[in-house]
């Protein structure tokens, strides 16, 4: 199973990023998906998870600004993040549940400028 992030960059603050995850080698359908994160000197921490039938659950900090999707015909998990914050400075990786185990991506920087 292979996940591979894109869509990170350098934005302003208040502008917008859209990340997606594409996962391929699944040999079962994908269960649940994640978006976590992981800034300098931090731990990494839950941004949102979206289930098989489209349950979505954010971090309470994130949900007004950060909306989580997926297209399940195409294997591909997005995350919009609007209103973008310094803060919001990371490494942002996905995580698909398939069969009994957790893969993650290598994740994509994403820096918001002051």
């Known amino acids: 199973v292979r996940l591979v992030e894109s869509g990170g960059g350098l934005v302003q603050a208040g502008g917008s990023l859209r990340l997606s995850c594409a996962a391929s080698?699944?040999?079962?359908?994908?269960?649940?998906m994640g978006w976590y994160r992981q800034a300098p000197g931090k731990q990494r921490e839950v941004v949102a998870t979206i289930t098989g039938g489209g349950r979505t659950h954010y971090a309470d900090s994130l949900k007004d600004r950060f909306t989580i999707s997926r297209d399940n015909s195409k294997n591909t998990m997005y995350l919009q993040m609007n209103s973008l914050k310094p803060e919001d400075t990371a490494v942002y990786y996905c995580?698909?549940?398939?069969?009994?185990?957790?893969?993650w991506g290598q994740g994509t920087q994403v820096t918001v400028s002051s």
């Open positions: 995580t698909a549940n398939v069969g009994p185990d957790w893969y």
């Open positions: 080698g699944t040999p079962f359908s994908i269960k649940a």
